[in-house]
C-alpha cells in the first residue's frame, strides 16, 4: 500500500481509510485497494468494511465532509472537567 497511502488513503495497522471528493474518484480509490490486497492475497474482513460513509470514526477522530475533528465521545471527559476556582487546584 505504500504508494498509495496519502493519495488516495490512510493506513493504521490493519485499517484502510479512503476519501475521495466524488463517487467516481471513490470507486477508482477502492478498485486501486482492493487489486493491492489481491495482489498479495489479502481479502478485507467483510463485518469491518462500511462502504460509502458520509461520517467515520478513525481512532480518536471523525473523518467527514467537514473535514477532521476530534471525537466528541473522546473528549467529553476533558469539557466536563471542573475549572479551577483557586491556586492550588490550578
Keep these: ?3 498509495l497511502t496519502y493519495d488516495i488513503c490512510l493506513l493504521y495497522l490493519d485499517d484502510i481509510l479512503v476519501c475521495s471528493n466524488t463517487f467516481k474518484e471513490h470507486c477508482d ?3 486501486a485497494i482492493f487489486d493491492r490486497l489481491e495482489k498479495f492475497t489479502q481479502k ?10 458520509r ?3 478513525f481512532l480518536v477522530h471523525v473523518v467527514s465532509v467537514k473535514g477532521i475533528g476530534c471525537n466528541p465521545d473522546k473528549v467529553a471527559t476533558i469539557a466536563m472537567w471542573p475549572q479551577p476556582t483557586n491556586f492550588l487546584e490550578v
Design 1 to 3: 500500500m505504500s504508494s
Design 29 to 31: 480509490s477502492l478498485t
Design 44 to 53: 478485507p474482513i467483510s463485518m469491518k468494511c462500511h462502504l460509502f460513509q
Design 55 to 57: 461520517n467515520v470514526t
